[in-house]
């Protein structure tokens, strides 16, 4: 509880941070970073043997026995895709503020796929699983947000939003990533398994993913802009920006593991207990993210939308 506990508020000084860097417009392509030697030093990588320091705790093996990709057939990513490609395209000719997530979210499995299929993962087959319950996770919730039934209240933040046209695209962004992550994924971790049958730890594994999802911030962001919301991309808090992005995932990404420890390991008598501490935390961090990134007026960003939606 004190290691969970101490990481959350680290995450939270860094959100802060990154929430109230400078804003300011995009550089002209011409233009000379004087800073931009840093970039290729300071690099989020850097915090990686930190992240390792954080050995996983005892767990035993528990096998999966859901119905979604029991097989753990590279076909399951697959179909995944398929569906968020179905679910993105009405939502980007809509022009609808869940447009952000759908498109970033999609991005992310296309990678973990090429990361799949190129042999990044030690177990490609747990991973494959991990990937295809948490997308069916966050279809369930927007298909029960859509049919006016509760979702988690991290969820209820994040969509009401989106829904009321009240954030930022980055806001946006923030927003349903955290609901995701942050209430979403220590449930499909301890659902899918934490340990091999071997008795290892998939820890390294969920850790390795690190890396990859660096490689696709300037991408996705700069398709977020192109696409969905011209200033999406304007915040510039010089060359050390990714690396506080990249530790607030990796933070975000050692919280949840930790929580999905403690709802396998947690006395059924407590486990209620854990449930709401995940509860209370994701919502916490989106109404941190909502006062950052709140948008008065979405009139700009939806005519934009109108014409360069793709």
Known sequence: MPLRRSLKAGIVGLAVVLA???????????????????????????LDPVVALFAPFPTPYKPYTGAICQ?????????????????????????????????????????????????????????TRIDAVFAHKYFDTMDAWNAGKPVAPAWQLAL????????????????????????????VLAQVGLTAADGTSHKPDHNAYNDRLDSLYHPVFDEETARFDPTFNEINIGPVDEVLVGAIMRGWREVVWRNAEAL????????????QEISDY????????????????????????????G
Request: with cysteine.
């Open 282 to 309: 994701a919502a916490g961090q989106g109404a941190m993210i909502r006062q950052f990134f709140s948008s008065s007026d979405p009139t700009a960003r939806d005519s934009y939308c109108a014409l360069h939606h």
């Open 160 to 187: 009401q939003a989106t829904r009321d046209r009240t954030m930022t695209g980055l806001g946006d962004f923030l927003m349903s990533m955290n609901a995701h992550i942050n209430n979403d994924f220590p449930y």
């Open 71 to 127: 097989s753990g057939s590279p076909q399951c990513i697959v179909d995944v895709i398929a569906e968020m490609k179905a679910r993105l395209a009405p939502l980007a000719a809509s022009c609808s503020h869940d447009a952000i997530f759908s498109l970033a979210y999609l991005r992310v499995t296309e990678n973990v796929k090429a990361a799949a299929d190129n042999g990044y993962f030690a177990d490609r087959a747990w991973l």
């Open 264 to 275: 396998v390991n947690a006395p059924p008598l407590l486990r209620p207990l854990v449930e």
């Open 20 to 46: 109230t860097g400078s804003v300011a417009a995009p550089a002209r392509a011409d233009a000379v970073d004087p800073l931009a030697p840093l970039d290729a030093l300071i690099q989020p990588a850097i």
